[in-house]
C-alpha cells in the first residue's frame, strides 16, 4: 500500500459495534443457481465497492431508529432482490454463478461519540476519517466467493444523525445497479407498498454469442505489467463548479463547444496529470473510460430494472510526447473518439472477447481510469431522513487496491451552492505540484496564480477555488 500523505484524518471519534448479523428475505425467495453475464464476471470486477452516506437528524423521524428502518427495509428490498442474498460460487472456465441460498447481506448496527457537524465539509468526501470503523471489514466474510454479497453499516451518531455505510460485490451489479437497490430500501423505508422500478435478472441478454465473435478491439485488456508511481503519493481534491467548466471550455475550437462535461474534465485532467509526471516522450499513456452502455441496446433493449454490470472501459491511447506537445483540442478529440465506439457491437464482442481469452484483468501500466458517478444521485438516496448531507464512494481512487491509478467524478457544491465535480487525485509531491500548476493554468483568469490553502475546502472570501489543500 502507497503511503499517502496529505488527507484531512484529524477527527478521531469511537464506533462501538454490535455482533453482525445476516439480513434474511422477508418473505420465502426460490433456491435456484443463477448464471452471471460475461461482462459481470471478467476479473477486473472481482472487487468489493464501498459507498457511504451522511444523515442528519430529523424532526418528523423523531423516535425513530435508523438501524430499525432500514434493516427492515433491508430485508423486505431482498424479496425482489432475492439473488443479492445469496453467494457466488465459481464453475469451470472462471464462470460465475450465484447460488441464490437465501442466506441474507451482513449487516451491523454501531454507535459513534461524535455528531455531524464535527466533520468538516472536506471530510464528508473520501478519504472519510476513521472509515475502517464505519464499514468494518470482518474476516471470513470479505471474499469474492462463498461469502456476503452485501455489507451493510448503519453509525448513529450522538446528534441523532447516522451514517450508512455499504460494500457491493461488484460482479453482482454496477454502479446504476447498485443505486436501484439502494432506491428500493429507500422507497420501502419510507413505506412504500411497491417499488417504482423492480428488479430485472436477465443477464443472458449480453452473455457471449455462440459461437462467440470478437469483432472490435479491445485494447484494454493487453497483459502489460503495471508501472507503479510510487511510494509515497499525497492527496488533493479539485473542485469543478460552473465557472471552471465555462472557463475550461475556453480552449476549445467551434466544433467541440459542445463536448460533454465528462469528456473536458476527462481531457484536462489525463493530459494535466501526464505532463505532472514527466513521463518519456515515447511512453505509452492511456486514459480509461468507464462508460454506462445501458441505451445502447436496440436488439433487444435492456429492460429499465437491469441491475446487472453494462459498463464498458475502453482506454483513450496516445504517448506522452504527443499529449504534452498538443493542446487540450487533442486529448478531447481522443476521447469523444474512443467514448463514441462503445455501442450494442462493442458490448456484445466484449463479452465474446471475455469468453476466448479468460476473462483477463484490466491493463493498468501509465493508466489514468475515470469513473462518473455524480449522476448516480448517491447523494440523493432518502431513508425517511431526507437525503443525505453528502454521499458517494467511500474511497478517493479508482482503478487498483492503491491510490494513484484513477479517481471518481463525485457530486458535490461550492460555498455558493453551485453544484459541480469534485475530483480526488494522488500523487507523488512534485508532480503533484505540477498538476497544481497545470490546473491554475486553464483557469488563470478565474482563480489566483497561486495555490490557495485552506483547512476546509469550498470556502472562499473570492473567486472560486479549483485546488483545495
Not at 459481470?40 to 418528523?60: C, E, K, M, N, T
Not at 510510487?230 to 475550437?253: H, M, N, V
Not at 433487444?300 to 483540442?329: C, F, K, R
Request: proline residues 9%; glycine residues 8%.
Amino acid at each position: 500500500m502507497a503511503n499517502v500523505f496529505g488527507s484531512q484524518t484529524s477527527l478521531v471519534f469511537k464506533v462501538t459495534r454490535q455482533q453482525p448479523e445476516f439480513i434474511t428475505p422477508a418473505e420465502p425467495t426460490p433456491y435456484e443457481f443463477k448464471e452471471l453475464s460475461d461482462i459481470d464476471d471478467q476479473a477486473g470486477l472481482w472487487i468489493h465497492v464501498p459507498g457511504i452516506q451522511f444523515y442528519r437528524s430529523s424532526p418528523s423521524m423523531l423516535g425513530e431508529d435508523p438501524v430499525k428502518v432500514i434493516k427492515e427495509a433491508v430485508s423486505k428490498a431482498l424479496v425482489p432482490f432475492y439473488p443479492l442474498a445469496g453467494r457466488l460460487r465459481e464453475k469451470a472456465g472462471k464462470k460465475l454463478v450465484v447460488e441464490c441460498t437465501g442466506e441474507g447481506i451482513m449487516f451491523t448496527e454501531a454507535d459513534a461519540d461524535v455528531s455531524l457537524d464535527e466533520f468538516s465539509e472536506e471530510q464528508l468526501h473520501p478519504p472519510v476519517p476513521c472509515m475502517e470503523e464505519l464499514l468494518h471489514d470482518y474476516p471470513g466474510y470479505d471474499g469474492i466467493l462463498n461469502s456476503p454479497l452485501i455489507l451493510i453499516q448503519v453509525t448513529r451518531l450522538k446528534c441523532g444523525g447516522f451514517i450508512l455505510a455499504h460494500r457491493i460485490n461488484h460482479a453482482m451489479a454496477d454502479g446504476t445497479g447498485l443505486a436501484q437497490f439502494l432506491n428500493a430500501v429507500g422507497e420501502l423505508a419510507r413505506g412504500a407498498q411497491s417499488l417504482s422500478v423492480y428488479p430485472v435478472w436477465k443477464r443472458e441478454l449480453i452473455s457471449a454469442r455462440k459461437p462467440p465473435q470478437v469483432t472490435c478491439v479491445h485494447r484494454e485488456y493487453e497483459q502489460i505489467p503495471d508501472i507503479p508511481l510510487g511510494d509515497d503519493l499525497i492527496y488533493k481534491p479539485f473542485f469543478f463548479g460552473p465557472t471552471e467548466i465555462s472557463a475550461l471550455r475556453r480552449f476549445l475550437p467551434a466544433h467541440l463547444k459542445s463536448s460533454s462535461t465528462f469528456e473536458l474534465l476527462t481531457a484536462v485532467i489525463w493530459r494535466s496529470r501526464t505532463i505532472a509526471l514527466q513521463l518519456h516522450p515515447d511512453d505509452e499513456v492511456r486514459a480509461r473510460i468507464y462508460v454506462n452502455a445501458r441505451h445502447k441496446f436496440k436488439n433487444p433493449p435492456l429492460p429499465a430494472g437491469y441491475y446487472g454490470n453494462v459498463i464498458a472501459t475502453p482506454h483513450v491511447i496516445s504517448t506522452a510526447g504527443n499529449i504534452a506537445a498538443n493542446g487540450i483540442a487533442y486529448a478531447l478529440e481522443l476521447v469523444k473518439s474512443v467514448k463514441n465506439n462503445v455501442d450494442e457491437e462493442y458490448m456484445r464482442s466484449l463479452a465474446d472477447f471475455m469468453v476466448v481469452n479468460g476473462r483477463p484483468r484490466y491493463t493498468r501500466a501509465h493508466t489514468f481510469s475515470v469513473s462518473d458517478v455524480s449522476r448516480l444521485n448517491l447523494d440523493l438516496f432518502d431513508f425517511g431522513w431526507g437525503p443525505p448531507v453528502q454521499g458517494g464512494p467511500a474511497r478517493a481512487w479508482l482503478g487498483g487496491p492503491t491510490p494513484g491509478y484513477g479517481s471518481f467524478y463525485l457530486a458535490s457544491k461550492n460555498n455558493k451552492g453551485e453544484r459541480g465535480i469534485l475530483v480526488p487525485m494522488y500523487l507523488p509531491p512534485l508532480a503533484m505540484d505540477r498538476f497544481v500548476k497545470e490546473i491554475n493554468g486553464y483557469l488563470n483568469d478565474v482563480v489566483s496564480e497561486h495555490p490557495i490553502s485552506s483547512p476546509r475546502p469550498f470556502v472562499s472570501n473570492g473567486p472560486p477555488l479549483t485546488m483545495v489543500n
